[in-house]
């Protein structure tokens, strides 16, 4: 069966910090796979997306980037951290429309 | 272009009763529709889909929802509240490329 493994579950970071998020899915292969961020009260705000390794589309200008290193692994990073950048951030993958998104536990980013 | 609406941002039942949420959708093409339950601090987690089959669609957790074509709506119910019911609901529909996600509805449960 597939599963996805998204860490840490929560971070605190300072501003002007470093971020790395670790995304992992398994059991499947070339899967799509993106990036959500859903500050608070607020709705999910797709921030990457990607239909292979290399490959990634981004949806909003931001102080973030998206990599994929290898065909199951996506990471979310930035090389300095804003406070607006606080958040919760997902991750999920889908194979096609009709399986939907499977997501990842999230993160909650706390930039201070 | 596709897009989703969810009618009510915040929505109260009292435990027992019924639960109607309301989503309704613009696509241009026949789409997938789902909907999602998100509890505090946790991921999203698949409640139901509909894919072209069958228009009345049965979810996890005593949930179903009602594709209408004809109305462009596809709102989710449950005969009888629980209190572990509370969450965030949110409608999404694919147009195969993208997800668009609504807004989310903030369900209550009173005792």
């Known amino acids: 069966s597939q599963t996805i493994h998204q860490w840490p579950a929560t971070l605190v970071q300072p501003v002007g910090s470093p971020l790395s998020l670790e995304c992992t899915v398994e059991g499947t292969s070339n899967p799509n796979l993106y990036w959500y961020r859903q500050a608070a009260g607020r709705g999910l705000q797709l921030l990457f997306y990607s239909v292979g390794i290399g490959q990634i589309s981004s949806e909003v200008p931001q102080n973030l980037s998206a990599s994929r290193p290898q065909d199951r692994q996506f990471i979310l990073s930035s090389k300095k951290l804003l406070l607006s950048d606080s958040g919760f951030y997902l991750c999920?993958?889908?194979?096609?429309?009709?399986?939907?998104?499977?997501f990842g536990s999230g993160t909650r980013l706390t930039v201070v | 272009a596709q897009s989703v609406t969810q009618l009510d941002s915040h929505v109260s039942v009292s435990e027992g009763t019924p639960v109607l949420l309301r989503c309704n959708y613009s696509?241009?093409?026949?789409?997938?529709l789902f909907w999602y339950v998100q509890h505090p601090n946790k991921g999203l987690q698949l409640l139901l889909k509909y894919t072209s089959a069958a228009t009345l669609v049965k979810g996890i957790n005593g949930f179903e929802a009602e594709f209408k074509k004809s109305e462009t709506s596809f709102h989710l119910t449950k005969p009888s509240a629980h209190m572990s019911d509370a969450a965030e609901y949110f409608c999404v529909v694919s147009d195969g490329n993208q997800f668009y996600f609504g807004t989310g509805t903030s369900l209550t449960v009173i005792p």
């Open positions: 999920a993958w889908s194979l096609d429309r009709g399986h939907g998104y499977t």
């Open positions: 696509s241009s093409y026949s789409p997938s």
